[in-house]
């Protein structure tokens, strides 16, 4: 049986980022806190935080913070059922990729988190790496690009995001003056978010080619338009993403007519609780894009 309080002091110190912070939360001493920590990882046979050089958790201990935040979701719940029992706070740790935070998420679940009184902990992810954050059970619920979900989770789907590759007229005259063809390809600079992201060579094999390309690499949906901008290369930018700069013609597509359609799941562990199925909904009814 899993003393929660041990579990509490966990999730705490992750959140609070250190002992003593975390002791001042729960009104403990930073030894009592450190002695919660200890019993655990004696109980479990395993360490669940690593110290250096900087505080997170251990697989294990991730698992624990995932298990903490369906409890404290199902408590919730049950506080709504029984007024006598105080509704504790919740944080619900997310994995989407940079491109949905960077377009329509905010204005999805906004309303519905003040309403709910909930905290997001949000992991940046690429769209085909999330599910094995969910996997490993390092996050309650992700968005991703795969219908299948894990064993003992549910996969919803929400619609398709339309992607084109997108440049400056400049550098279209530059690098495609000929047409977009192999040759032109296998010198063009593109944009990539990471080594994780597929989409430059999803879009290519699509259109027919399958070898390598130079390309800059760019973490950042924001800054990946500048780039784009800046005319360095060009990239897979969501359409949604980059009306402004299409109407103004600052951005034109390096093969038009082309796109690439990426259909998008939301993931989220099953007997979570009716915040997730509200949040779920709240989702499915925002309709951010086309199906």
């Known amino acids: 049986m899993i003393d929660y309080k041990l579990l509490e002091a966990l999730a705490t110190v992750i959140e609070c980022g250190g002992f003593e912070r975390a002791g001042a939360a729960l009104g403990l001493t930073q030894s009592a806190v450190s002695q919660r920590i200890r019993t655990l990882e004696i109980r479990l046979g395993q360490p669940v935080l690593v110290r250096s050089p ?3 958790a251990t697989p294990a201990g991730q698992r624990l913070l995932n298990h903490v935040q369906q409890v404290q979701l199902l408590e919730r719940d049950l506080a709504r059922s029984i007024p006598a029992i105080s509704e504790p706070s919740a944080r619900l740790r997310i994995a ?8 329509w998420w905010a204005g999805a679940i906004g309303a519905f988190c003040s309403d709910e009184a909930l905290l997001l902990d949000l992991v940046i992810e690429d769209q085909d790496i999330g599910l094995r954050r969910m996997r490993e059970g390092d996050v309650a619920a992700c968005l991703c690009s795969s219908p299948q979900p894990v064993a003992g989770a549910r996969s919803v789907p929400l619609g398709s995001m339309a992607y084109l590759p997108l440049a400056t007229p400049a550098y279209v005259r530059r690098h495609f003056g000929d047409g977009f063809n192999e040759q032109s390809l296998e010198t063009a600079p593109a944009i990539v978010f990471g080594p994780n992201d597929q989409l430059q060579h999803r879009f290519l094999a699509q259109c027919g080619f399958h070898g390598s390309v130079p390309h800059h690499l760019c973490p950042s949906s924001e800054g990946f338009v500048k780039l784009a901008l800046a005319g360095m290369g060009y990239g897979m930018i969501p359409e949604m993403q980059a009306r402004r700069e299409l109407d103004a013609g600052t951005l034109v597509s390096i093969a038009p007519g082309k796109s690439l359609q990426v259909q998008l799941y939301w993931h989220f562990w099953r ?5 997730m199925d509200r949040l779920t909904d709240t989702l499915t009814a925002a309709k951010p894009f086309t199906y």
Do not use: F, M, V
């Not at 989407?96 to 377009?103: K, S, V, Y």
């Not at 007997?271 to 915040?275: E, F, L, M, R, V």
């Open 54 to 56: 900087a505080l997170k």
């Open 96 to 103: 989407l990729n940079a491109d949905t935070l960077a377009t």
């Open 271 to 275: 007997h979570s609780g009716g915040i």
